[in-house]
């Protein structure tokens, strides 16, 4: 999305404007609404700049200026060059952008009355308008390696944003964060791994051939965040809604309907991220273990071994706190041994959330009895390489833990 809220208002980052209204403000014509020399209109935007501290100050038309100054010779630069209005549009579209200073703003309420008196109907007459041609989009669709620089400056006003329990979320809002996530994000080859994985492990459905096939023959179809959205949404069954009313699209639908807009609600979104063992997006869930900030934040080791943890022995930990829960003790002794050990799983899982399972202290006899379950477990993954798998999850050598699992405890 492309509203921040800045002292209890409404604000839109320069640089997205033309975005927003669907390039009716492109940078050549923003900067004249901006420096008060609209001359057709007579439309002034106020605009402001975003410090370091936080505290905001407002600009003078006449700083902007210098920067249709700047404008004016970098498009004067491109028209030297040969086929300017063809091959090089998009190049200037970009590039122009990138002249107008970060951290600058306008509230919204000035952008959204500044374009209703340019677009009204009784100033400009269209063509051939089409519905929803003189409205705004604050949920515009922005290439990948450009959205980035148009939120440069309010990358914190980003970070604070956190949705409440249960919360729907916008398609456009998660395809835009997971753009600037950590590990789902354009920059990151991660994101490459799980669109790979994903088709691999349903090879032998001919339904995701068809969809792959699909998608690369629409224009969006360098745009990865959209690709794994449609992929859990079409394919794997995460729920989707418009207006709280369930979808039943097929998965051509979201091929078809790819600029339309639908909702999900944030607690499916995390059950199903974790069905299948895939980080959290650090916009939405900034508190969980399991997010892609801090998944990012450990050593590759460390991470391999955190994550495995709390996607393997959550659930089992989970489960037998359930069934503890559950006994009806028989005698008072039994009572109090149902309690130590529902205090013991409860230890582990708070633990576990906390991310310092393997740093809890624990005694030789419960060290060995651990790392012998890890040992059954890779094992029925596959003998071959279960110990150094289990050593590495550890973080010892293939050595130490022969040594831990043979040895007798005292």
């Known amino acids: 999305m492309s509203i921040f809220t800045i002292d209890g208002h409404e604000a839109v980052a320069i640089r997205q404007i033309p975005f927003i209204t669907g390039w009716d403000f492109p940078p050549d014509s923003l900067v004249d609404y901006l420096s008060g020399q609209d001359e057709t209109n007579r439309v002034l935007i106020p605009s402001y700049h975003?410090?370091?501290?936080?505290?905001?100050?407002?600009?003078?038309?006449?700083?902007?200026?210098?920067?249709?100054?700047d404008l004016e010779a970098y498009s004067d630069s491109l028209s030297l060059r040969e086929n300017y209005k063809n091959e090089l549009y998009r190049e200037w579209r970009g590039d122009s952008i990138q002249i107008y200073p970060p951290s600058t703003f306008v509230w919204k309420?000035?952008?959204?009355?500044?374009?209703?008196?340019?677009?009204?109907?009784?100033?400009?007459?269209?063509?051939?308008?089409?519905p929803q041609d003189r409205e705004l989009n604050f949920y515009p669709f922005i290439r990948a390696e450009i959205l980035s620089v148009t939120l440069e400056g309010f990358e914190h006003l980003l970070e604070d944003h956190t949705s409440s329990n249960n919360a729907i979320v916008r398609f456009k809002e998660i395809h835009q964060f997971l753009i600037l996530d950590p590990?789902?994000?354009?920059?990151?080859?991660?994101?490459?791994?799980?669109?790979?994985?994903?088709?691999?492990?349903?090879?032998?459905?001919?339904?995701?051939?068809?969809?792959?096939?699909?998608?690369?023959?629409?224009?969006?179809?360098?745009?990865?965040?959209?690709?794994?959205?449609?992929?859990?949404?079409?394919?794997?069954g995460l729920p989707c809604s418009i207006n709280n009313n369930v979808i039943t699209w097929h998965w051509s639908d979201y091929l078809t309907n790819w600029t339309k807009d639908f909702d999900i609600y944030i607690d499916d979104l995390k059950e199903f991220?974790?069905?299948?063992?895939?980080?959290?997006?650090?916009?939405?869930?900034?508190?969980?273990?399991?997010?892609?900030?801090?998944?990012s934040e450990l050593?590759?080791?460390?991470?391999?071994?955190?994550?495995?943890?709390?996607?393997t022995l959550l659930p089992k930990l989970e489960k037998e706190l359930m069934l503890l829960t559950n006994i009806q003790p028989e005698s008072m002794a039994a009572h109090h041994e149902r309690e130590k050990k529902i205090k013991k799983v409860?230890?582990?899982?708070?633990?576990?959330?906390?991310?310092?399972?393997s740093k809890m202290k624990e005694t030789p006899k419960?060290?060995?009895?651990?790392?012998?379950?890890?040992?059954?477990?890779?094992?029925?993954?596959?003998?071959?390489?279960?110990?150094?798998?289990?050593?590495?999850?550890?973080?010892?050598?293939?050595?130490?833990?022969?040594?831990?699992?043979?040895?007798?405890?005292?």
């Open 50 to 69: 975003l410090s370091q501290d936080g505290s905001y100050h407002e600009m003078l038309p006449k700083e902007w200026r210098v920067i249709e100054t």
């Open 109 to 130: 309420r000035d952008l959204e009355t500044a374009y209703f008196e340019v677009f009204s109907e009784e100033n400009l007459n269209l063509a051939y308008e089409r």
């Open 183 to 236: 590990f789902y994000g354009s920059n990151n080859t991660s994101i490459d791994s799980v669109i790979d994985r994903i088709y691999q492990s349903n090879s032998n459905n001919a339904l995701f051939g068809q969809f792959y096939d699909n998608f690369q023959n629409l224009r969006i179809k360098t745009d990865k965040q959209r690709h794994l959205i449609y992929l859990w949404c079409g394919l794997m």
């Open 273 to 295: 991220l974790r069905q299948h063992s895939l980080p959290l997006p650090m916009h939405f869930f900034p508190d969980d273990i399991d997010n892609t900030k801090k998944k």
């Open 299 to 311: 050593n590759s080791t460390d991470s391999k071994i955190t994550m495995h943890e709390f996607e």
């Open 346 to 357: 409860q230890l582990q899982i708070d633990s576990l959330k906390n991310g310092n399972y």
């Open 366 to 410: 419960e060290r060995k009895t651990r790392l012998k379950e890890w040992l059954e477990e890779e094992l029925k993954q596959g003998e071959r390489g279960a110990i150094t798998r289990t050593a590495k999850r550890e973080g010892i050598t293939r050595q130490a833990l022969s040594k831990i699992v043979k040895r007798n405890s005292t």
